[in-house]
């Protein structure tokens, strides 16, 4: 049995958490959450009708935060937008968060304080309680955060990859490739300060799941197909389209570009749009001759490209340049840490 660190040991950690959770975590709201922290089990219940939608994130440090760039605020809001955007991807509504998070013992009780500051007030902003999880000391000087989510979306009607058919239009919400410009503005080796009020300036540090939009898009069946673009829209395109076993085209003139990545240099911007990671916008398809507003929930809809049919030995992606000319699109990672090895 491991002394307690300096947070105070797991069961003063649990026994905060629980009382954060009690009190402020919308616990009492929760339309779904019969029993949070503090017994064996959550327990949960989906309106009738529904499905139980399930998906688990792991935050890394140097991996998906560093404490030297991210705040503790954004560490903790940005573990449970993960979450909350796949479950944005398939229009499903939250029930739930839990949450095991592996600290290790030179981490300071404000850290952690901080931690779940971000992560509530993006869960209060959702309605999303954290209904339990576990903690553990970390054997190494690094913080492992690992999410689960639970949705509920109406049975057999939640978004897929799989839905997109040759003719379909592509679209995309809001805009891409700010988070990995923010990143790349970012001065090296500091953090940055972020005000409150002003978090969805920051779509690297304060990501914003695109709930609202899944939802509609599911309950107005207006979207075939859907993924989140956590990993790049180049990457994820492929994702969806492998799914479908169609293939795509996407117009790079139509690619809405975040102001933040504007400030690059357009070649840069450019490649942060393709290829940065971790936006968090929703990528879907209509089939051809379904009406999709400009916007979905205060969120601008943009089409991007079409869904083509794939064809043996050709490229499942295309991007069809400003000039005319047409390259195969790769799916290719957006270097986040810049080599910097952590
Ligand atoms: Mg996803």
């Known amino acids: 049995m491991p002394k307690p660190g300096p947070h105070g040991g797991e069961l003063a950690l649990i026994e905060r958490i629980r009382h954060d959770s009690a009190q402020r975590f919308v616990q009492r709201r929760s339309r779904f959450l019969m029993l949070g922290i503090g017994d064996d089990c959550a327990i949960l219940r989906p309106p009738a009708g529904h499905e139980v939608l399930v998906t688990t994130d792991f935050t890394i440090e140097g991996r998906h935060f560093r404490r030297d760039w991210h705040s503790p605020e954004s560490a903790g809001h940005r573990c449970l937008a993960r979450g909350l955007s796949d479950l944005a991807a398939m229009g499903a509504m939250p029930m739930a968060a839990f949450l095991s998070l592996a600290l290790p013992r030179s981490c300071k009780k404000s850290w952690i304080d901080r931690f779940f500051l971000g992560l509530r007030a993006l869960g209060d902003r959702f309605s999303v309680p954290l209904a339990g999880g576990d903690t553990a000391e970390s054997p190494t000087e690094l913080i492992f955060a690992d999410i689960t989510l639970v949705g509920t979306a109406p049975a057999g009607r939640a978004l897929r990859r799989s839905g997109a058919r040759a003719g379909d239009v592509l679209y995309v919400t809001g805009q891409l490739g700010g988070s990995a410009a923010e990143l790349d503005l970012l ?110 929930a205060g969120v601008a809809i943009t089409p991007i490209g079409r869904i083509v049919r794939a064809r043996a030995g050709k490229a499942a992606v295309m991007l069809v340049r400003a000039d005319g000319t047409r390259g195969e699109l790769k799916p290719g990672g957006w270097e986040h840490f810049r080599g910097i090895s952590v």
């Not at 695109?210 to 898009?217: C, F, K, N, P």
């Not at 971790?278 to 979905?296: C, K, N, Q, S």
Request: contains cysteine.
């Open 187 to 296: 001065p090296s080796g500091r953090g940055l300060r972020v005000r409150g009020g002003e978090e969805d300036k920051h779509p690297q540090m304060f990501p914003e799941p695109r709930l609202a939009v899944g939802e509609a898009l599911l309950r107005r069946g207006l979207a075939a197909s859907c993924i989140d673009v956590s990993d790049g829209l180049s990457t994820d395109l492929a994702h969806l389209c492998r799914e479908s076993e169609v293939a795509a085209e996407v117009d790079e003139a139509a690619l809405p570009i975040h102001p933040l990545a504007g400030k690059l240099v357009r070649e840069t911007a450019l490649r942060a749009a393709l290829h940065g990671g971790e936006d968090y916008e929703l990528l879907f398809t209509a089939h051809a001759g379904v009406r999709v507003p400009r916007r979905i």
